[in-house]
Every structure is written in structure tokens, then in C-alpha cells.
């Protein structure tokens, strides 16, 4: 049985998410979900009730997803080997038709569930003019690298009234789809879009260090984190990510625990917040 949470203090909650309402209406915040596929349905439900909310409170949430460990389990199911150099998938022609088969599942629920909590959703697939990329490299096969983004089709469904759901894949040449690190996606975007926030949902907290969650971090604190080390493996490119981020227009990035129940209202609507922000 759920504790009964006292009407006083339900209703310090909303006094307290006021001024941020008021202070973020009208702004685009990206969100990257991270493990999404990883995630109990209840959980990946509620978090788009959570972004329907932030739509409806004047917001306009902006969705990139991945879907990392989806294409390793359908790469296995077919007696395919995951490889990775530095991070990024390798992505011969086979792996790239079920990279596109995995994201249009995930892609299509994410819209699903968002309409089923009340929003107006788009697909937005980044190979279709969103995202111009370059091969990344030979020994990477059909991996791109972000060379232009083109957010009209973005920043025409958000006029619309409607929640952009973007598939991290570019064009290359010859008109192929590439795949594109969904951090990376997520970071161009948002400075493309000028946006007020970018919002990494992944699986941890946010920054910890010595155990202890860091709530804030400037560019130039993030930066010394990584070079002595303090930051470790899969959190240096999210770092990286912010900082650029931030340097390039976009007010604030935040590193929050996806798996935590309204984590991204907390990060964004409470004076304590649940992650870590990336500051100029």
C-alpha cells in the first residue's frame, strides 16, 4: 500500500515547479533515453507521461533514442558478433538493416506510448534530411559522423503541437542510411535547435565522485574531471557531450538516473534536482 502523501505537501510541490514552468515555457528540451529497451514497460510508460506532462506545461520535449542493447540481441539471435572500437558500433551492411529494424521498434513504441498518456507524437527518422553525415572510417563500415543538421522537419512537428520521437541514423553517400552514436545525435541536435536544455536518461545518478553525486558542474570543473581521471569510461563522453553542449548554446545538460520515477520532472522542476547539470 502506497504512504499517503500529505495535501500540504502536494501542494508545496506545485508552488515549487512554478517559477520553472513559467521560466522554461516556450523552450525546446532534448532528451536522450539511454537503456531504454533495458527498462520494465511500467517504467518506460511512465516516462512518457512525464514528457507529455512537460508538453502540456508549455515545454517542448524533443526525443532521441538508441536502442544499443536491442541491435546486440538481434545481432546474436542471427549469429552475428557486436563489435565496438573506441565506443561505436561496427556496422557492416547486415548490421546496418537491423540497427534500422531495431530503432523502427522502439521508435514506433515510444510513439505509441506517448499518445496512449495523451500527446501528439512524430517519428522522426535523421536519414530522411535531419542529419548529413560523413563515414566515420572504413573499419567502421555504415558509421557516420554528424556534418550537418537540418531541424526543420524537427522544429516543424514542435509548432505543430506534437513530440519529435528521432531515430539516431544519417545519410551518407550514395544516399545510404548510417548509424550515428545516439549521444551524438542527441548533442548536434540540440544545438541545432538552440535549446534550453539537453537531458541525458541514462543508468546511473548523474556525476558521482568518491561516491557522492556532484549536483553541479561548470565547463571548465567537467573538464578537469576528465583529465585527472576522476571521470571514468562510459561517463566521459556523456561529459564531453555536455560541455559541448553548453559551449555551443545550450543553457544546461543534465546526466539523470532513468530508472528513478519522475526523475526528469524532478531534474527539471524542484530546486534540489536528482542528477547532474552541466553549466557554462
Same mark, same amino acid.
Given at each position: 500500500?502506497?504512504?499517503? /502523501?500529505?495535501? #500540504?505537501?502536494?501542494? #508545496? *510541490?506545485?508552488?515549487?515547479?512554478?517559477?520553472? /514552468?513559467?521560466?522554461?515555457?516556450?523552450?525546446?528540451?532534448?532528451?536522450?533515453?539511454?537503456?531504454?529497451?533495458? +527498462?520494465?514497460?511500467?517504467? =518506460?510508460?511512465?516516462?512518457?507521461?512525464?514528457?507529455?506532462?512537460?508538453?502540456?506545461?508549455? $515545454?517542448?520535449?524533443?526525443? *532521441?533514442?538508441?536502442?544499443?542493447?536491442?541491435?546486440?540481441?538481434?545481432? !546474436?539471435?542471427?549469429?552475428?558478433?557486436?563489435?565496438?572500437?573506441?565506443?561505436?558500433?561496427?556496422?557492416?551492411?547486415?548490421? %546496418?538493416?537491423? *540497427?534500422?529494424?531495431?530503432?523502427?521498434?522502439?521508435?514506433?513504441?515510444?510513439?505509441?506510448?506517448?499518445?496512449?498518456?495523451?500527446?501528439?507524437?512524430?517519428? &522522426?527518422?535523421?536519414?530522411?534530411?535531419?542529419?548529413? /553525415?560523413?563515414?566515420?572510417? =572504413?573499419?567502421?563500415?555504415?558509421?557516420?559522423?554528424?556534418?550537418?543538421?537540418?531541424?526543420?522537419?524537427?522544429?516543424?512537428?514542435?509548432?505543430?503541437? =506534437?513530440?519529435?520521437?528521432? %531515430?539516431?541514423?544519417? +545519410?551518407?553517400?550514395?544516399?545510404? #542510411?548510417?548509424?550515428?552514436?545516439?549521444?551524438?545525435?542527441?548533442?548536434?541536435? %540540440?544545438?541545432?535547435?538552440?535549446?534550453?536544455?539537453?537531458?541525458? $536518461?541514462? #543508468?546511473? !545518478?548523474?556525476?558521482? !565522485?568518491?561516491?557522492?553525486?556532484?549536483?553541479? +558542474?561548470?565547463?571548465?570543473? &567537467?573538464?578537469?574531471?576528465?583529465?585527472?581521471?576522476?571521470?571514468?569510461?562510459?561517463?566521459?563522453?556523456?561529459?564531453?557531450?555536455?560541455?559541448?553542449?553548453?559551449?555551443?548554446?545550450?543553457?544546461? &545538460?543534465?546526466?539523470?538516473?532513468?530508472?528513478?520515477?519522475?526523475?526528469?520532472?524532478?531534474? /527539471?522542476?524542484?530546486?534540489?534536482?536528482?542528477?547532474?547539470?552541466?553549466?557554462?
Amino acid at each position: 500500500m502506497k504512504a499517503l /502523501i500529505p495535501v #500540504s505537501e502536494k501542494a #508545496s *510541490v506545485l508552488v515549487e515547479a512554478l517559477p520553472y /514552468i513559467q521560466k522554461y515555457g516556450g523552450k525546446v528540451a532534448v532528451i536522450k533515453l539511454g537503456a531504454y529497451p533495458l +527498462l520494465p514497460a511500467k517504467v =518506460r510508460k511512465s516516462i512518457m507521461r512525464d514528457i507529455v506532462l512537460l508538453k502540456y506545461t508549455g $515545454m517542448h520535449p524533443v526525443i *532521441v533514442h538508441g536502442g544499443g542493447p536491442g541491435i546486440t540481441e538481434e545481432m !546474436e539471435k542471427r549469429g552475428k558478433e557486436a563489435k565496438f572500437i573506441n565506443g561505436l558500433r561496427v556496422t557492416d551492411a547486415e548490421t %546496418a538493416r537491423i *540497427v534500422k529494424k531495431v530503432f523502427s521498434g522502439i521508435n514506433k513504441e515510444i510513439v505509441k506510448y506517448l499518445k496512449l498518456a495523451g500527446g501528439k507524437a512524430k517519428p &522522426a527518422w535523421g536519414d530522411k534530411g535531419l542529419f548529413k /553525415i560523413k563515414p566515420k572510417g =572504413r573499419k567502421f563500415g555504415f558509421v557516420g559522423e554528424v556534418t550537418k543538421v537540418s531541424p526543420k522537419e524537427v522544429l516543424s512537428a514542435v509548432k505543430k503541437g =506534437r513530440i519529435p520521437v528521432v %531515430a539516431p541514423m544519417g +545519410l551518407g553517400p550514395k544516399g545510404k #542510411s548510417y548509424n550515428i552514436n545516439a549521444d551524438t545525435a542527441a548533442t548536434k541536435l %540540440a544545438v541545432a535547435l538552440k535549446a534550453e536544455k539537453l537531458t541525458f $536518461m541514462t #543508468s546511473v !545518478e548523474g556525476f558521482l !565522485e568518491k561516491g557522492k553525486l556532484i549536483p553541479t +558542474l561548470t565547463v571548465k570543473q &567537467a573538464k578537469t574531471k576528465i583529465k585527472k581521471g576522476v571521470a571514468k569510461a562510459g561517463m566521459i563522453p556523456k561529459l564531453e557531450a555536455g560541455i559541448y553542449a553548453v559551449n555551443n548554446g545550450v543553457k544546461k &545538460a543534465h546526466l539523470i538516473n532513468g530508472d528513478k520515477e519522475h526523475a526528469l520532472l524532478l531534474e /527539471i522542476y524542484t530546486d534540489k534536482g536528482i542528477g547532474t547539470e552541466v553549466v557554462k
